[in-house]
């Protein structure tokens, strides 16, 4: 049972363009939302984050929208970099009792930039 | 550049083997989880430790065992290995949860491949 769904293993985007990376998530529980990137032979780095009281968060040329109702979280790149070309997780985090907050993964999108 | 260290960065071994993995946290992160990512799968959670005792348990097998010392670092222990069990080993740490948002952002490590043969 995925709680976390990246339903596009891949994009492909021009350099310049806007890249939109989505994710789904199923728990109701969940009410904070994180976004890593990673490249080959390295751990997830962190993005951006937003908690289930916001619906936007922005960091730069990185977005994050949260639309609660539908579930659905979507991570905007603009402009996209040929160095943003990474395998991208969405993550999503909630009390699962005891104080623990773990983090349910999607499988990634891997997005590659085209110069 | 984290902050988190893991070693090794890489480890072979055979079937019914037993390997320990090593982690050390953030400086002032209190809570260490580890995941396992296997070829076409996202990141598991395996299990979290907060200061020392162990907080919550994900999809780690009973062969899996972890701990957390005093000076806050873990130890992942592998048994009884199996093809099945090579993966990337993923540690990750938090500050403790504040109270307000009541989650952290966490912070992971470089990741131990584990290979199996």
């Known amino acids: 049972d995925q709680q976390v769904k990246q339903n596009s293993p891949s994009l492909s985007v021009q350099e310049g363009r806007i890249s939109i990376l989505n994710c789904d998530y199923t728990n109701s529980m969940f009410d904070y939302f994180l976004w890593y990137k990673k490249y080959p032979a390295e751990g997830p780095t962190f993005l951006i984050s937003?908690?289930?009281?916001?619906d936007k968060n922005e960091d730069g040329r990185f977005t994050v929208f949260l639309n609660k109702s539908a579930k659905h979280l979507s991570l905007h790149i603009v402009p996209s970099q040929p160095g943003d070309s990474a395998v991208y997780f969405c993550a999503a985090s909630g009390n699962s009792g005891a104080g623990s907050y773990q983090l349910t993964f999607g499988k990634g999108t891997k997005l590659s930039v085209i110069p | 550049d984290s902050g988190v260290t893991q070693t090794p960065k890489h480890l072979i071994t055979a079937t019914g083997q037993r390997v320990t993995l090593r982690c050390s946290p953030r400086?002032?992160?209190?809570?260490v989880y580890w995941y396992q990512q296997s070829l076409d799968q996202g990141l598991q959670f395996l299990i979290q430790?907060?200061?020392?005792?162990?907080?919550a348990k994900g999809n780690i097998l009973e062969r899996f065992s972890a701990q957390q010392f005093p000076d806050l670092h873990s130890e992942l222990n592998l048994s009884s290995l199996e093809l099945g069990d090579s993966a990337l080993y993923f540690c990750?740490?938090?500050?403790?949860?504040?109270?307000?948002?009541?989650?952290?952002?966490?912070?992971f490590g470089p990741g131990t491949r584990l290979l199996v043969l």
């Open positions: 990750a740490s938090s500050v403790a949860p504040s109270r307000t948002s009541g989650t952290v952002t966490q912070y």
């Open positions: 937003i908690s289930s009281i916001k």
């Open positions: 430790y907060y200061n020392g005792e162990e907080r």
């Open positions: 400086s002032g992160d209190l809570s």
